[in-house]
């Protein structure tokens, strides 16, 4: 099962320990081909000179949300996106959660402490923020919005509370929500990592029910792709942006 489109909202199905999707509910989309580029940041690159030329589009960018369970593969599709598209460029959140190992500061997330993104929050400087399991994200807005402006495509992978308030802020958006094939692929997934203690994994793949019933019933959301093969479900994805691009204009 591949991309859907969201037709009407209903709550998460989950069968023995499979994540399944109605088919009456959402209609099938296809994948589409690759590209290559280098993937940069929100916070100062400038879109390829051949961009406009090669999507036929408006010089304005297109916002791509990507959420998805912890483990679903959101932050992979993420990360091919933006070696696949011509000047597309990365949301760098906050958060006040540890540095994790292979993190960057500034380029994985901008680590800040709980008494700043409160300060930060009251000025408004986000265009999203949610608590996840004890720890605050946020998308600080004025990076977003330059990019887009110098006709730049920005990637940004937020939670599910994130993604409904940028869908009421900015409903040009593209939302899509990357579902795991089923429970044990995402047990799986999550133990891979070995960066968490049993407590902590389980907590996650608590959240991951109410996430994907949270996605689905909010509306929020115009697409749902099942993450089982990762070049496909990037294929798929990327075909959404080129469809909602030609939408747009």
């Known amino acids: 099962m591949g991309a859907v489109e969201w037709r009407e909202p ?8 499979k994540f399944e999707i109605s088919d009456t509910i959402f209609e099938m989309r296809s994948g589409e081909d690759k590209a290559g580029n280098d993937p940069r940041s929100a916070r100062g690159s400038r879109p ?23 483990g679903a593969g959101k932050t992979s599709v993420c990360k091919a996106l933006l070696t696949q ?14 540095l994790r190992a292979g993190e960057v500061p500034g380029q994985s997330y901008e680590f800040i402490s709980k ?8 000025a408004g400087d986000f265009l999203e923020h949610a608590e996840y399991i004890g720890h605050h994200y946020g998308t600080p807005r ?4 330059s990019a887009l402006e110098r006709g730049c495509d920005v990637i940004m992978e937020i939670d599910v509370q994130g993604g409904m308030q940028v869908a009421k802020r ?9 579902m795991p ?3 044990a692929s995402l047990r799986s997934r999550l133990e891979g990592r ?7 994994l389980q907590k996650r793949l608590a959240e991951a029910d109410g996430e994907i019933a949270t996605a689905r019933d909010s509306g929020s959301y115009q697409y749902f792709v099942v993450n089982d093969v990762l070049d496909t479900t990037v294929s798929e994805v990327r075909a959404i942006i080129e469809k909602e691009r030609r939408r747009h204009d």
């Open 10 to 17: 209903t709550s998460a199905v989950r069968r023995g320990a």
């Open 85 to 98: 598209i011509p000047g597309a460029v990365w949301s760098v959140s906050a958060t006040t959660r540890p």
């Open 194 to 200: 070995k960066t968490e203690a049993e407590e902590q």
């Open 181 to 183: 094939p089923d429970a």
């Open 170 to 178: 900015m409903p040009e958006s593209v939302r899509i929500f990357i």
């Open 115 to 122: 008494g700043e993104f409160s300060e930060r929050v009251r």
């Open 142 to 145: 004025m990076p977003v919005e």
């Open 48 to 70: 390829s000179g051949d961009r406009a030329q090669l999507h036929g589009h408006s010089s304005k960018g297109v916002l791509v949300v990507i959420s998805g369970p912890s």
